[in-house]
């Protein structure tokens, strides 16, 4: 009696350890497509609204791939989340329908400067040390956020940031640029739910 209730305990303790492992599915934020024409820079100040907003309900990071349309007149993303605090997973096949990513990204970053690891961070982090030299655990509160770019975002490649009002960009240490702030995004927000 006394082996069968140890391996019961044990096999209840996997099981429940089993979703800080297990891999992030992504969840559909939204899509955005720019007006015929819009300028780059243009679009991704008027969608950083539904970044900010999505974040700031939720405590996880949003992002997604820039596309552009075969006649590069309309630029798109389609944002997910992985339920991440402090991670977002990116993929160049996730984009709107008849457009193709570009070499660049768009995510935000937490309103809480301290957040506590989701599952999804455990399992992105496995096994390897965050820019903070210490391993990200779930129950262990890890400083993030703000308005600057990670070592990950900078080794992800080029792309932009949303964060406390702003949108930032960069394409490698030392070129990062302030596009502004964003208006309100209601009527946005509206639309792409």
Known sequence: ???????????????????????????????????????????????????????????????????????????????????????????????????TALRLSIHSHPHKPVVMPTAADVSFYAGTQASNGRMILRGRPERVGGAYFSAADYASGPGYLVSEGRVLYQQGKGTERDLGAYADGETLMAKAD
């Open 1 to 99: 009696m006394k082996k069968r209730f140890s391996a019961a305990l044990i096999l209840c303790a996997l099981a429940a350890m089993a979703p800080a492992f297990a891999a992030p599915s992504l969840t559909h934020v939204a899509e955005l497509v720019s007006e015929q024409g819009e300028p780059l820079e243009d679009f991704v100040l008027r969608i950083a609204p539904v970044l900010d907003r999505y974040t700031h309900e939720t405590g996880f990071e949003a992002c997604g791939m820039v596309a552009q349309s075969a006649d590069g007149e309309r630029f798109g993303v389609r944002l997910g989340s992985t339920k991440g605090a402090m991670t977002c997973e990116m993929r160049r096949s996730n984009v709107p329908e008849g457009m």
